[in-house]
């Protein structure tokens, strides 16, 4: 360990740089709608109309594509109920409530950084 008890987190030499955790974990991110889908889907399980609703103005297409992403990489489980109806209902499964104290994190972070009444974002910004 370094001093104050910092990681090293450099990459070896020869290693690919993109393999870091910390980059293999952001790239579950990588869409605007991922993270609302995720903390909507972390309060409660959601019918598929139900999120359409909520994270207006997301097409159709798009949250059955981010849908299916979230599915594909462990986060998102999809349970389709027989009934006289066929329903779908998509929920968080455990590794994906296991993000909800990373997705608070980064909304607080957000919040603290990226607002429009923080100053130093709004400097940052003008031309």
């Known amino acids: 360990m370094k001093e104050n008890d910092e990681q090293d987190v450099s990459v070896p030499t020869g290693e ?3 393999s870091c955790p910390a980059v293999e974990a952001l790239l579950l991110f990588n869409s605007k709608w991922k993270p ?7 309060e409660s399980p959601a019918r598929f109309g ?14 059955t594509e981010q849908l299916r992403e979230l599915e594909s990489d462990g986060l998102v489980e999809r349970e389709v109920s ?3 109806v066929v329903t779908v209902t998509y929920s968080l499964t455990d590794l994906g409530q296991s993000l909800r104290h990373v ?3 980064l909304y607080e972070w957000g919040q ?3 607002l429009p009444q923080n100053d130093v974002t709004q400097q940052k910004r003008k031309p």
């Open 16 to 18: 690919n740089p993109l």
């Open 36 to 42: 609302m889908l995720l903390h909507r889907l972390s």
């Open 50 to 63: 139900e999120l359409k609703r909520l994270l207006a103005p997301i097409s159709h297409k798009v949250l």
């Open 82 to 84: 027989d009934t006289s």
């Open 103 to 105: 997705l608070d994190s």
């Open 112 to 114: 603290e950084n990226l």
